[in-house]
């Protein structure tokens, strides 16, 4: 833009008749937030045909490795932002080596909707993943020269960064879940479907033969006082029983909360390779 930004921020309101970057042909708003010289921030919002509504994203960094890193439980689009996980990373979108997408979540309108019945309530999920795949993955996947994704997800995120990468492991290099948990029988009030089944990594990944699998960076990140401690544990028996590499990356003394998240993303970012 050619301006300086000091100790306040600047919001920019741009209108373009076509969204290049996701191929929309709709009018898009796009509000810009530079916090520092060499990094920013940018709001994007679309007509979902998935989801049959508006869905909001951020953006942060101005190029490098895509990260899709999805919010907790029923969260915002900039809850990952005002938690200050976004800012964890700071060096690495600063330096240009990564670009982290945050979507907002369908929780409310899938697993936590006990207004509607369970079968609707897997069905919206389902909507959500194609929206993820096919409106935000297949778009920016090809930013890198593997033309995968990095998914990342801290508790019911670190269940959608899980069952996302299992399920287009062909579409996922890395995949990085901070207390994550993986079974979503809870949600479903005793409802049984396929549908079901194929959302729930710990059911359906001991059946998965993908090779893409064997090709992919795992990371699990909890700690013994986690609450998801033991759904950890779980997954990386099944992954160990697989002999599909991965790391079970247990903290000590850590609740199930920011702080040790904060400490665990730019971790996690630093193993993937970017030249």
């Not at 920013?40 to 979902?48: I, T």
């Not at 929780?107 to 079968?119: A, E, G």
């Amino acid at each position: 833009m050619g301006i300086k930004f000091c100790d306040f921020i600047i919001y920019f309101r741009v209108e373009i008749l076509s969204l290049y970057f996701f191929g929309y042909t709709q009018k898009p708003t796009i509000f810009i937030n530079h916090q520092a010289e060499n990094m920013k921030e940018e709001y994007f919002k679309w007509y979902s045909p998935h989801l049959h509504r508006d869905v909001e994203m951020l953006v942060f960094g101005h190029r490098g490795y895509p990260v899709v890193l999805f919010p907790t439980s029923m969260g915002s689009f900039h809850e990952n932002r005002d938690m200050g996980l976004v800012g964890s990373a700071h060096w690495f979108l600063e330096q240009g080596l990564v670009q982290i997408y945050c979507p907002e979540s369908n929780d409310r309108n899938s697993f936590y909707n006990k207004h509607i019945h369970p079968h609707q309530r897997i069905q919206n999920h389902i909507a959500y993943d194609k929206m993820i795949c096919h409106e935000i993955v297949e778009r920016v996947r090809h930013n890198t020269g593997t033309g995968k994704v990095t998914v990342a997800g801290c508790s019911f995120g670190g269940y959608h960064a899980a069952n996302f990468a299992f399920r287009h492991p062909g579409y996922v290099s890395h995949m990085f879940s901070m207390s994550g948990a993986f079974e979503i029988r809870n949600f479903m009030d005793g409802y049984k479907h396929d549908d079901i089944y194929y959302n729930s990594p710990l059911e359906f990944l001991p059946g998965l033969h993908d090779r893409e699998l064997w090709n992919m960076d795992i990371v699990l990140g909890t700690s013994n006082w986690d609450i998801c401690f033991d759904s950890n544990i779980r997954l990386s028996d099944v992954l160990e029983a697989k002999g599909i590499r991965h790391w079970l990356d247990v903290r000590r003394d850590k609740h199930h909360d920011w702080p040790v998240w904060r400490e665990m993303f730019p971790h996690y970012l630093s193993r993937i390779k970017f030249n």
